[in-house]
């Protein structure tokens, strides 16, 4: 863990800050599925079972898709999608509405309230989503004053489609906010996230499953612990503590004497 203390902190954005990875995936599904029932007469739902598709964009879920159907099919009758034109036809008209209805983490609107008010951080959304998946939530439930434009990362956008769990995105936040990334903590619900803040050397990482499926809690827990989480929190209310008592301990470390 850090020797710094926390400045600012950066959020993911689906599955974490908001409620929206489970739309995202069952959209993700459908798209791909009506494409392969076009293509190939069935939905391939079994390629779709096969792909772990927590912190990943929609391209990411594409080409693996892809390579999944072309593992089983000879060289001249492998597949290329056309993933853009999935994207921009079929998953933006579809996703805009049903993202917009999403809810955000329970006990969100606090944490951030306290964690700017109380203990003086800056706030941003480091996310490989693009902004229009972000803006118009955070427009709706009156963060957007909170966590401006500016304080939104989209690794899509900003860092030439190097996704998490590529560092990039957290290493050009980080620069943008004018601190290092040992002065950052990252909140993640997803491997890849994790993975992405460790390698960028975020000072501390913070996983969240409050909107995992029961279910799989315990094995999500476990998996970011693995990669690098320092603490896993399954209510946005517990964060704020968290940092604090991290801060707490960096300053009295840093007293002569200890």
């Known amino acids: 863990m850090s020797r710094w203390k926390i400045r600012e902190v950066m959020f993911d954005w689906d599955g974490t800050f908001a409620d929206t990875e489970a739309i995202s995936i069952a959209l993700a599904r459908q798209i791909l599925s009506e494409h392969a029932a076009a293509f190939f007469g069935a939905p391939m739902h079994d390629h779709l079972d096969r792909i772990d598709m927590r912190g990943k964009d929609f391209g990411q879920i594409a080409k693996l898709f892809q390579e999944s159907v072309n593992e089983r099919l000879p060289e001249d009758a492998k597949i290329a999608l056309d993933i853009e034109d999935l994207r921009i036809n079929k998953l933006r008209p579809a996703a805009r509405e049903a993202l917009l209805n999403a809810r955000l983490s329970d006990g969100i609107g606090e944490a951030v309230m306290e964690l700017q008010e109380s ?28 966590i401006p434009k500016s304080r ?17 995105i957290y290493l ?41 499926d029961p279910e799989f809690v315990d094995d999500v827990r476990k998996a970011l612990i693995r990669e690098g989480a320092h603490v896993v929190i399954d209510d946005m209310k517990q964060l704020p503590g968290v940092i604090a008592a991290h801060n707490a301990k ?9």
């Not at 619900?189 to 913070?206: E, H, K, N, Q, Y």
């Open 250 to 258: 960096k300053s009295r470390a840093r007293k002569p004497g200890l």
């Open 119 to 146: 203990l003086g951080l800056g706030l941003a959304v480091v996310s490989n989503s693009p902004r229009l998946r972000i803006e118009p939530l955070l427009d709706k439930h009156g963060h957007n004053a909170r």
């Open 172 to 212: 050009l936040a980080s620069e943008a906010l004018g601190i290092t990334p040992a002065q950052a903590a990252a909140v993640e619900d997803s491997v890849t996230g994790m993975r992405a803040a460790r390698a960028a050397g975020i000072g501390l990482r913070v996983g969240y499953v409050g909107l995992v």
């Open 152 to 168: 939104l990362f989209s690794a899509f956008e900003d860092t030439a489609g190097r996704l998490k769990s590529d560092p990039a």
